[in-house]
C-alpha cells in the first residue's frame, strides 16, 4: 500500500532532523513525504530542503499564516495546503506533527492493520514523552484513541468522514466520524513514538476557552461536555481547566457556533459516547 505524508511545521528546527530521519528509516518507506513550512522564522526550511536533496519523495512547501499558534485551525490549514499538492496514488494518507521520533517498523504494522482487515479506516500507536531520563506514555486520552500528532487514514475513509475539519476538535470528530460510517479504528500498544514536544507547549493563552468551544462544535451537548471536561482537565492534572472548558462551552453556545457535524451525525456521536460511559461504569 501506497502512503503519502503530510507534516505541517512552524519553527520545528529542533525536532524535524530526528523525524525526517525517523521516516527515512522505515522499513517501508513513504511514496511521498511533503513538509509544509509554516512562517517559520527558523531554519526549518533549510533543514528540510537538505533532507530533500538527497530524499526525492521529500518536498518542501511553504505559507504564510499568522504567527499565533492556535489548536486545530492553524495546523490543518497547514495540513491542506500540502495535500493539496498531491496526486491520488495513495492507499494511506497520514498527518504527522514535526516533533516525532517513530520506530524503524511503524508504518510497515500500521499497513499490515489496514491490509488485514478493509473495514479499518484508521490506525496508529501511542505517544511517549520523556520524563526523568525514562519514556512515558503522554496520558493524555483512552487507549482506543489516535493522538492528532500521528493519525493515519485509509483513501476511502479520509475521503467519506470530508478529509480534516480546520477547527479545534478536528483529531476527534475524524474517529467519531469513522465510527458514524461504520469504518473501524485500530490502535497497537506495541508502536511507541517519542513525542520530543509536550501537547500543547506553544499554545497562546487564548486557547484556554478552546477545547469546550470544540465540545459544543461536536455536538455533544452539556452534560456530556461536564463530564469530558472534568476527565481532561483531571488526566492533565489541572482540575481548574474544567472552568475554562465550561466557559469555552457556553461562550460558543451564546455565539451559536456552527457544528462540525450535521444534527443526524451528532445525535449519533452523544449516543455513541453515553454509550462509552455506560460501559465504563458498568
Known amino acids: ?63 504564510t499564516s499568522e504567527a499565533i499558534h492556535l489548536p486545530g485551525s492553524k495546523v490543518i490549514q497547514a495540513f491542506q495546503k500540502g495535500f493539496e499538492t498531491l496526486d491520488e496514488d495513495y492507499d494511506v494518507i497520514v498527518k504527522i506533527d514535526a516533533d516525532l521520533i517513530f520506530p524503524s517498523n511503524y508504518f510497515e504494522t500500521v499497513i499490515k492493520h489496514f491490509e488485514s482487515d478493509d473495514r479499518i479506516g484508521m490506525a496508529g500507536g501511542f505517544c511517549y514523552i520523556e520524563k526523568n531520563g525514562e519514556w512515558i506514555l503522554e496520558n493524555l486520552t483512552d487507549k482506543d484513541h489516535i493522538r492528532g500528532a500521528l493519525k493515519a487514514y485509509r483513501k476511502e ?36 513514538v517519542k513525542h520530543l514536544k509536550p501537547t500543547g507547549a506553544n499554545y497562546n493563552k487564548t486557547a ?30 489541572k482540575p481548574l481547566l ?28 452523544r449516543n455513541y459516547r453515553l454509550q462509552k460511559m455506560k460501559e465504563k461504569l458498568f
Request: glycine share 4%; with cysteine.
Open 1 to 63: 500500500m501506497n502512503y503519502y505524508v503530510v507534516i505541517p511545521s512552524h519553527n520545528e528546527e529542533k525536532f524535524i532532523r530526528p523525524t525526517l530521519q525517523s521516516l527515512i528509516n522505515q522499513t517501508v518507506l513513504p511514496k511521498k513525504v511533503v513538509v509544509v513550512n509554516d512562517n517559520s522564522t527558523d531554519k526549518t526550511a533549510e533543514i528540510v530542503e537538505a533532507f530533500a536533496k538527497d530524499n526525492p519523495f521529500i518536498t518542501l512547501v511553504n505559507k
Open 157 to 192: 475513509t479520509f475521503k467519506q468522514i470530508g478529509g480534516l475539519k480546520p477547527a479545534m476538535g478536528w483529531d476527534t470528530v475524524d474517529e467519531l466520524l469513522c465510527k458514524y460510517y461504520n469504518w473501524k479504528v485500530v490502535t497497537n500498544e506495541s508502536l511507541h
Open 208 to 237: 484556554r476557552y478552546k477545547q469546550g468551544e470544540a465540545f459544543y462544535t461536536l455536538g455533544y451537548g452539556f452534560w456530556i461536555t461536564a463530564i469530558a471536561s472534568a476527565k481532561l482537565a483531571m488526566m492533565k492534572k
Open 242 to 269: 474544567f472552568l475554562d472548558y465550561i466557559q469555552g462551552f457556553w461562550k460558543a453556545k451564546s455565539a451559536k457556533r456552527p457544528l462540525l457535524v450535521s444534527d443526524e451525525q451528532a445525535k449519533f456521536i
